[in-house]
């Protein structure tokens, strides 16, 4: 159980923190809730993957898009709406949904699976780390 939750820790920090520095690149800003779901996002996609390992890569990233945009609504609605914080605003994007998610960017997350999906592979075969 140990070892299940330092893995667990080192998977949510490296989905946090490139979670937070994509964002910095795309946006030239970050807050600190990002990190927290990046952090669970790659967690969350890194299990599927590696629950199921003989997923296409468009299966894979299907899923992984899935994963982000439902863990960004779930974000959204909280820092964003119950909380007012505004970390983002996607009311100007076409048939965003409250503001919150929006097709483009879910796009923009199927794709960044192609790469997270080839650093679980690596994750997976390193097993001194996980």
């Not at 998977?11 to 795309?26: D, M, N, Q």
């Not at 982000?68 to 983002?88: A, H, S, Y």
């Not at 503001?99 to 001194?128: A, D, E, H, R, V």
Request: charged share 20%; aromatic share 12%; hydrophobic share 45%.
């Amino acid at each position: 159980m140990l070892k299940r939750l330092k893995c667990d820790c080192i998977l949510f920090s490296i989905g946090g923190v490139a979670y937070a520095l994509l964002e910095i690149l795309w946006r030239r800003k970050t807050h600190w809730t990002m990190a927290v779901t990046g952090g669970s996002c790659f967690l969350a996609i890194f299990r599927v993957y590696k629950k199921f390992p003989k997923l296409c890569l468009r299966s894979k990233c299907l899923i992984g898009g899935a994963i982000i945009t439902f863990m960004e609504g779930i974000c959204g609605f909280i820092v964003n709406v119950k909380c007012k914080l505004n970390v983002w605003d996607y009311s100007n994007c076409t048939l965003n949904y409250k503001g919150q998610i929006c097709p483009f960017y879910s796009m923009l997350w199927t794709l960044l699976c192609i790469p997270i999906s080839c650093i679980c592979k690596l994750l997976c075969k390193n097993k001194k780390i996980i």
